[in-house]
């Protein structure tokens, strides 16, 4: 059936298969958006909810464990007594940094250039793994400080919040090391360059995620909590939270 | 004439004869949007009918004070089952299957933007029903209401699987709905036919556009609602515990941040099938198109921020309440937009009250009912006496029963004979239509009286000495009738398929692209993709002045019927993707990862993690499927 003139999706410009591109370069759509970017697009508006519930559930609690421990209740360590901030800011960095490889594989792909396209690609992954190999590294030095999943709201909500990231991050490692793969056996022609860039749209967002939980999480400090958080106190109780 | 001087060309197709596959691994393996429509359709009517069950048990508990009928325990596993049955179990995908069967051939495509996920879908809702659905084996159906406030649903009080059943579950639930959603964005953006401006979209595909836009932006705040659950009840945090730090007020936020648009992701596409409806059977074409896409639009715009008005009784202080309130009120104005517009569109029109008229009017009326009594509830200090009354169960039956359940119904009888190629008979179709509405009014107007007269929801059954008996033997006996319309209605079906008069192309003189095509139609729809020139295209064709009114046939332009019916006659044969085990197969791993989080038996240590053999398996199975899935060449 593969000599069949047009497939249904080819005809319709709908990327769910991965040679669409035989046929065209810009396969039609009514939009001319091609249908898979689109769907990226919309898997991350709803990953942006996503970690917005997250997000919000993390400032709901933020502050609770240092009140809590000052007033003599809840256990300890609690965020200010355990967080690195210069550590995170490397491994961030790691991070940021790899969205810079990323867009480098994206350009090699889009030249043709199929060895930068796999060195580039690697590194993303590489950066990635290290970033990874950071957050491990953290979460067992908290459970080796006192800090478990369990042991207060903070370490509820901290290891939560991160966790999911990092899973996200991970899910992106796999799948840049598959494309790497692919590209090895000959699978990623120059004209199929739009799956890297989907990739890379999900990578990127992933660390634009890691800006906004690293500020609030990590930057925002603990100690002062009353000042600080007066405006999102007062958005809380205006939502009964506060 | 100049938008019309291109034909549509007839693109050289390879003449193959290819019979439509049968058999039962056809239609597992399927991903044609109209099989799949209708197994969505057929699933979801089944569970319709077992939720309708449940309230029938409900409503033999309630029919006299002090009933001992059922224990208290299983009457909180009914009301809880009857709730998500209904919800997340028919109605919605009820709407998935009519959006999948009528949306492509709507907008002149082929199939959805992505087929392999769309059986993905239809397999994963399937396997989160079953898994909710079996804790009535193991006798730990849940029960904690559907909206399973914390804290009872945390381990002190609710101990058991039954929490677990439905958290899991619905989890399971959310992934169909999501993955379903954003093919139908996908698939209305780019696939529409040449000629098919946003603008020109029937309102059906419209409200499918906006009701999947709602779907992923409201899922992901239950997502992560059900995973704090998950961790709470599994990994032993307190999210929910106030004991632990937690606040179970953040339930509640996040379930109704996700629950409201629910309640509108339940009834647009209602709203949608009658904007459907209406015009064909007033023969009139609907009356302010515009303003109904940009009101469909505002309602879900402003359903987003209303959630807080079902936490009026929370006590979050005169501020939030006033502004909830307020912007609940607000919703009122594009509804009301809504109602007028098809009030307008019947309007001095030449009605014909067919079946699907009947129900798509008797919407209109019964909607406006609980639309009325949603309004009452905006009012903090109304909704304060009436917070957890019969009042309440009136009012969202009203919406989802008499809006919803009456649009799907109507729906049926509409496009019934599209899916089928065979009319429904109109004479039973009548009785099954006023059967209906009596018996829904009988069930459910009463309600309002029980309510203001304090019978609370939820409550097992009530005194001698309260004085709800008479009413809630009235309802009772409502509920009976109600149930007895549904037999009607099965037989009706039975009658339609077995002897069912030929429906032919276009049996109600219809404006949409769908009726141009044969009944069912062929499975690549549309043999040559067709070219729209007008909103109300086949009575442009038949018409001329896209009024179905006007009489005057128009010989001069091309009519899309004629274009498909020489095409198909010409035996093209669309090469159409082949048919894919793997969204069947990744489903299936998805549905064991859930069964593993619920049978902890046996089990593999690895380190600190205590995995269920069940776990591993359906995340290996996942995980081979979907890249099995990548790599399949499509067709």
Wanted: with cysteine; aromatic share 16%.
């Amino acid at each position: 059936m593969a000599q069949a003139v047009a497939t249904l999706e080819h005809a319709h410009g709908a990327g769910d298969i991965p040679h669409a591109a035989d046929h065209a370069d810009h396969p039609p759509s009514s939009t001319g958006l091609d249908s898979r970017k689109l769907l990226m697009w919309l898997f991350l508006a709803s990953d942006c909810m996503f970690f917005g519930s997250l997000i919000a559930m993390y400032m709901i609690y933020r502050g609770d464990a240092e009140r809590m421990f000052l007033a003599g209740q809840g256990a300890g360590p609690v965020p200010h007594e355990i967080l690195d901030i210069p550590y995170t800011s490397i491994s961030a960095f790691v991070l940021l940094m790899s969205s810079l490889t990323m867009v480098l594989a994206l350009a090699s792909i889009q030249r043709g250039n199929h060895r930068g396209l796999r060195i580039w690609l690697g590194a993303t992954a590489a950066l990635g793994l290290v970033f990874m190999g950071g957050q491990f590294y953290e979460f067992t030095a908290f459970y080796h400080e006192g800090l478990g999943l369990t042991t207060n709201i903070f370490s509820n909500s901290f290891f939560v919040l991160t966790g999911f990231h990092g899973a996200h991050v991970t899910i992106g490692i796999i799948w840049l090391i598959s494309l790497v793969i692919v590209s090895l056996r000959g699978g990623l022609r120059q004209d199929q360059a739009m799956n890297v860039e989907i990739a890379g749209l999900y990578w990127h967002f992933v660390d634009i995620v890691w800006i906004v939980i690293f500020t609030l999480v990590y930057l925002i400090p603990y100690d002062d909590v009353t000042t600080i958080t007066e405006g999102a106190e007062h958005a809380l109780r205006f939502i009964g939270l506060g | 004439m100049a938008s019309i001087a291109h034909q549509p060309q007839i693109v050289p197709q390879p003449v193959t004869t290819t019979k439509p596959a049968t058999g039962i691994w056809s239609w597992l393996t399927t991903i044609d949007h109209k099989r799949i429509g209708l197994m969505y359709g057929i699933s979801a009517f089944f569970f319709l009918l077992l939720g309708g069950f449940e309230a029938l048990l409900i409503r033999a508990q309630l029919a006299q004070p002090e009933n001992d009928l059922i224990s208290a325990q299983r009457y909180n596993e009914l009301f809880t089952m009857h709730g998500t049955t209904m919800i997340f179990l028919a109605l919605m995908p009820l709407t998935s299957g009519f959006f999948n069967y009528v949306m492509p051939l709507q907008i002149g495509a082929r199939d959805v933007a992505f087929p392999r996920l769309n059986a993905f879908s239809l397999w994963v809702f399937i396997f989160g029903a079953i898994i909710i659905n079996i804790s009535w084996f193991f006798n730990e159906a849940p029960n904690q209401g559907w909206y399973g406030y914390a804290p009872l649903t945390g381990t002190a009080w609710s101990p058991g699987r039954n929490v677990d059943f439905w958290m899991i579950g619905i989890q399971v639930l959310g992934v169909a709905s999501m993955a379903a959603s954003f093919n139908f964005v996908v698939t209305i953006f780019n696939l529409r036919a040449p000629g098919m401006k946003m603008m020109r979209l029937p309102i059906f595909t419209w409200s499918t556009l906006i009701v999947s836009i709602m779907i992923i932006f409201a899922f992901p705040a239950i997502t992560v609602a059900l995973l704090l659950l998950s961790f709470d009840r599994y990994a032993g945090t307190g999210f929910y515990e106030v004991a632990a730090g937690g606040d179970p007020l953040l339930w509640q936020h996040l379930f109704w941040v996700f629950g409201h648009p629910e309640v509108y992701i339940l009834i647009l596409p209602a709203f949608g099938i009658i904007s459907e409806i209406i015009p064909v059977f007033s023969r009139k074409p609907l009356f302010g198109y515009s303003v109904m896409v940009y009101a469909t639009i505002a309602i879900a715009f402003l359903g987003f921020g209303v959630w807080a008005h079902h936490m009026f009784t929370v006590g979050l202080g005169p501020t939030a309440n006033a502004v909830f309130a307020g912007a609940t009120m607000l919703i009122g104005i594009p509804t009301g937009v809504k109602i007028f517009n098809w009030v307008g569109t019947m309007f001095r029109g030449s009605l014909r009250f067919t079946t699907a008229m009947l129900f798509a009017v008797g919407l209109v009326s019964q909607f406006v009912i609980g639309g009325l009594s949603g309004v009452m509830h905006a009012v903090v200090p109304v909704d304060a006496q009436q917070n957890d009354t019969y009042f309440i169960i009136a009012h969202f039956h009203y919406v989802l029963f008499g809006g919803t359940v009456f649009g799907l119904l109507a729906g049926i009888y509409f496009w019934g004979p599209k899916a089928f190629g065979k009319m429904f008979d109109e004479r039973i179709g009548k009785w099954h239509f006023w059967l209906t509405f009596v018996g829904f009014n009988l069930t459910f107007f009463p309600m309002h009286f029980l309510g203001l007269a304090g019978m609370p929801r939820r409550y097992f059954t009530y005194a001698e000495d309260s004085g709800w008996g008479p009413w809630n033997a009235v309802v009772s006996f409502g509920a009976l009738v109600l149930g007895f319309s549904f037999l009607v209605f099965l037989y009706n079906i039975y009658k339609m398929v077995r002897h069912g008069e030929p429906a032919g192309d276009d049996p109600w003189d219809a404006a949409t692209l769908e009726w141009a095509i044969s009944s069912p139609p062929p499975a690549y729809n549309f043999a040559v993709i067709p070219t729209v020139t007008h909103r109300d295209q086949l009575w442009w064709d038949k018409y001329g002045d896209e009024h179905g009114h006007a009489h005057v046939q128009n010989d001069d332009v091309p009519k899309t019927a004629e274009i498909q019916r020489e095409a198909n006659a010409a035996h093209p044969h669309v090469h159409l993707p082949n048919p894919s085990y793997f969204p069947l197969l990744a489903a299936a791993g998805l549905g064991t990862f859930a069964l593993g989080m619920l049978f902890m038996n046996p089990a593999i240590t690895i380190g600190l993690l205590h995995l269920p053999v069940l776990v591993i398996v359906g995340v290996a199975l996942l995980i081979f499927s979907v890249y099995a899935w990548a790599f399949e060449p499509a067709g």
